[in-house]
């Protein structure tokens, strides 16, 4: 039996998708090779890498817009230190959400100045701060889109009169926003795009070349923009896997698409949440995540039996993160609406039995 | 029809461990969920990635001996750049062999002094410098053991006063050496390994905590080595597949078993090369790699025959670097004998016809 799968990250990919990816591994494009050894400069693995790319900027709205996808390595932990050694000369600003934010703000100040703006660490990160000033002066801001450990999101983000650095790992291609506001996006692929391995950064062109610092090659955006994403080899099947998943969402209508379905799951979810007198949701409503739900079973004698619960009912991943405890529904693009009623199911039954 | 995959990397892996992937990628461990969708915290994965650890450290025979086994991201590539910054203090000195050699040169400079032991570049690289000088107050020495793209290779190894650093990226675990010599082993995974996407590194754990440098987090061995190689999201895939790999490796007889097959690989190939009079070897005898034959063909009229002649014997990715011209042969361990005779064959068959 296939389970629902709410796993926080590396998580749920289309079925599809695995399916398409299994193949490759026997047999890329009936060339009678599997995708795992072939050359990454071959013609069949260049075409993905570009269309890939392509995908990218389709999606996002951002063709002819100045901007450059690219698929690199080493997840957001790597764009901590990217994006401060590529645009850090003096100061910078950063808005402190949650555990991810602060590791950004820790790695780059290890290379200059950092002020943190704004913070809702005051409240164990359970909402977005909102009033906030971006100094004019700085060189860029920086923010954390959604908060995968304290179920946060930002609902409206600022108009930074700076280039604006947004780690988008746990919420990218889920909702429609206004993708040109930002300077660069990254992502880790491993939620809403493809197998952990491959890193998703958005760059605008304009916004590098300022800094005096002799950025190392394998640092630099522009040495991996000129050679295509291919500076050195690129992590081939995750990159394939990913440009399947950006086909699937594609063809389900993009992300206008994608949103209303990830809206009807968390609306489900959510209501669940909040007319179960057993549960108790985690963040504050406003900025409740569409991606990440976390609430707490506030019976604690409860717990055994809704997790034998879970477990019947083939319900995976769904422990909370230690920083929050309880639990967290991960509702990635690829989770079906069936596996969130399997869940509600469960929270409604465990309800009739208490 | 399989073909003779001889490409440079990404390259051929052993058909067994390709049937697994694929499985994996469907059902990882009977577990209802794809190996691209389980969490890397999850007990699975982490038994995964522990195993393989284990038998980098046993097939090297570095048990106990005060080594980490690390899988990172970001290939040779990010290690150029990554041991800078965790050895260097003030200098260090470089053997030159290559393209690769030459970039782990250029990326360090950023950081420090760089000292050239030695360069073989006045002859395109064509041979291995032997006698130069380590000097004792140096933080580190580096070397590449096998150059693919000139078919080099270090057939003996300098006793190093200062901790020796060495890319094995291109024949890791092909062949029998004294790996206690080293204080850091680093290789992509892409050649002899597993597919891209894991970059193995080994070391020696005394050697770290000497810089003065503040070290970014993503950058730093100990911090790696300090959390099982899960700093951040590994690549998962990438880490099971290499897995399989080793055990592949273990059961054909581990290092010893599989350097007896790559030795009677590359004497066959090198017998043609030398004995047919239409080819001619590019590096110097007593340097030849036996993962890596490159040679050309002297008669240019006879080039559009050999390469249809390639073609229709199911002959792929046998193309010189633009570096060096010509063909190269690259026989990493995967490769059955089976192919080499195939090469070998038309080789031989252009001899007969020209």
């Not at 491993?190 to 916004?207: D, F, H, R």
């Not at 630099?220 to 500076?231: E, R």
């Not at 209508?253 to 609306?267: M, Q, T, V």
């Not at 693009?333 to 969130?340: C, G």
Request: contains cysteine.
């Amino acid at each position: 039996m296939k389970k629902h799968n709410f796993s926080a990250g590396p998580s749920i990919l289309p079925q599809e998708v695995i399916l398409k990816s299994s193949q490759a591994v026997l047999d890329f494009n009936n060339e009678g090779l599997s995708i795992l050894e072939i050359s990454h400069r071959s013609k069949g693995f260049i075409d993905v890498m570009e269309q890939a790319r392509a995908l990218v900027l389709e999606l996002m709205g951002l063709e002819g817009k100045g901007y450059k996808a690219l698929f690199l390595q080493g997840g957001a932990s790597t764009q901590f230190l990217m994006v401060a050694m590529n645009l850090l000369e003096k100061r910078a600003g950063y808005l402190n959400t949650g555990a991810w934010s602060a590791k950004a703000i820790k790695e780059a100040k290890k290379l200059d100045d950092i002020y943190e703006v704004a913070s809702s660490k005051d409240a164990n990160f359970n909402y977005i701060p909102k009033s906030y000033d971006i100094p004019e002066d700085y060189d860029y801001f920086h923010c954390t889109s959604n908060n995968t450990i304290f179920g946060t999101q930002i609902k409206s983000f600022p108009n930074s009169p700076i280039p604006m650095v947004c780690d988008m790992s746990s919420d990218i291609f889920s909702r429609d926003i206004d993708f040109s506001k930002f300077g660069i996006i990254y992502a880790g692929a491993q939620k809403n795009m493809g197998p952990a391995g491959a890193t998703l950064v958005v760059v605008k062109e304009e916004i590098l070349g300022k800094v005096s610092r002799n950025i190392p090659s394998i640092m630099d955006y522009k040495i991996h923009i000129d050679n295509g994403s291919m500076y050195n080899t690129p992590p081939v099947f995750s990159v394939y896997t990913s440009m399947l998943t950006l086909e699937w969402l594609k063809n389900l209508g993009g992300i206008k698409g994608i949103e209303k379905l990830n809206e009807d799951k968390a609306r489900l979810m959510y209501s669940e949440i909040d007319l179960n007198p057993l549960f108790k949701g985690f963040a504050a409503k406003e900025d409740r995540s569409i991606m990440n739900a976390t609430f707490t079973l506030e019976n604690e004698n409860l717990k055994e039996t809704f997790e034998t619960m879970l477990k019947e009912a083939g319900i995976s991943g769904v422990n909370g993160h230690r920083s929050v405890g309880g639990y967290r529904a991960s509702m990635y693009n690829a989770l079906p609406i069936e596996s969130v009623k399997a869940l509600v199911e469960v929270m409604s039954e465990l309800e009739s039995k208490a």
